[in-house]
């Protein structure tokens, strides 16, 4: 993928995680799933992953949160595929949300 087409789907990755962040806090659960699926789309526009939400692209050649994102998916879909269950959305979301720094240590300690 080019450079310049990396950097925008990285900003609407940035965009959609700090969205999904305030959804989060909100506790608009289906604001928060509609905006994530606009991100998957995304990255299926954009071939890192078919439509069966599968990585298609290694992680490791993408910016930091369309990385940390690929990475959430690929282990979501191994905890689900061990336990048999049927991977959502949700699932995905709430790994990529733990595995951000900003979510980590500003928006998680609030919620105690």
């Known amino acids: 993928m080019e450079n310049q087409s990396m950097e925008l789907v990285e900003k609407e990755v940035e965009n959609t995680l700090y969205q999904c962040i305030d ?3 909100e506790e608009n659960y289906i604001a928060m ?21 599968q990585v298609i ?3 490791e050649q993408c910016l930091t949160e369309t990385r940390i994102l690929l990475e959430s998916l690929q282990e ?10 049927l991977l959502t959305h949700r699932h995905i979301l709430n790994v990529w949300l733990r595995k951000n720094q900003y979510f980590q240590r ?4 609030g919620f105690f």
């Open 106 to 109: 500003e928006v998680l300690p």
């Open 76 to 85: 979501a879909q191994r905890r689900h595929a061990s336990r048999r269950k």
């Open 33 to 53: 799933g509609q905006e994530f699926a606009k991100v998957l789309a995304l990255l299926q526009e954009h071939r890192l992953i078919s439509p069966a939400l």
């Open 57 to 59: 692209t290694d992680p």
């Open 23 to 25: 959804f989060n806090i």
